[in-house]
C-alpha cells in the first residue's frame, strides 16, 4: 500500500527555517513523481513545489521561489522541502502527493495520493 507521512511542521517566528520530511513506503521514488502542496484556511489547497524522480527537476510556485528547496533522498525513500525566510502568509496544512512519473506540475487534479499533512505556522 502506498503511504506517505508528513513530519516536521511547527511554530516559527518569520524570517525563520523549517524542514519538512515525506517518508514514503510501499513505491519506489521511480514510480511517481514527488509534489508539496499547502492549503490555509479558508483557502484551496495550492501547489508549492515538485521533483521529478527521474532526473531531479524541480519546479516552484512564484510565491515560494527562491526561499524554498525541495529535495529526495533514494536511500531513506524521503522528500524534504527546506523553508527558509517564512512569511505569515507561508502559514497552512502542509501536504506531500505523489504524481505522474511524466509531469512535472503543480496541479492538484494530478495528484494520485495524498499524505496526512503538517501543520506549519509562522507569527509575524
Known amino acids: 500500500e502506498v503511504q506517505l507521512v508528513e513530519s516536521g511542521g511547527g511554530l516559527v517566528q518569520a524570517g525563520g527555517s523549517l524542514r519538512l520530511s515525506c517518508a514514503a513506503s510501499?513505491?519506489?521514488?521511480?514510480?511517481?513523481?514527488i509534489g508539496w502542496f499547502r492549503q490555509a484556511p479558508g483557502k484551496e489547497r495550492e501547489g508549492v513545489s515538485c521533483?521529478?524522480?527521474?532526473?531531479?527537476?524541480?519546479y516552484y510556485a512564484d510565491s515560494v521561489r527562491g526561499r524554498f528547496t525541495i529535495s529526495y533522498d533514494n536511500a531513506k525513500n524521503t522528500v524534504y522541502l527546506q523553508m527558509n525566510a517564512l512569511k505569515a502568509e507561508d502559514t497552512a496544512v502542509y501536504y506531500c502527493?505523489?504524481?505522474?512519473?511524466?509531469?512535472?506540475?503543480?496541479?492538484?487534479?494530478?495528484?494520485?495520493?495524498w499524505g496526512q499533512g503538517t501543520q506549519v505556522t509562522v507569527s509575524s
Open positions: 502527493a505523489t504524481l505522474p512519473g511524466l509531469l512535472i506540475t503543480l496541479a492538484t487534479r494530478w495528484v494520485s495520493r
Open positions: 510501499g513505491f519506489t521514488f521511480g514510480d511517481y513523481n
Open positions: 521533483i521529478s524522480s527521474s532526473d531531479g527537476s524541480t
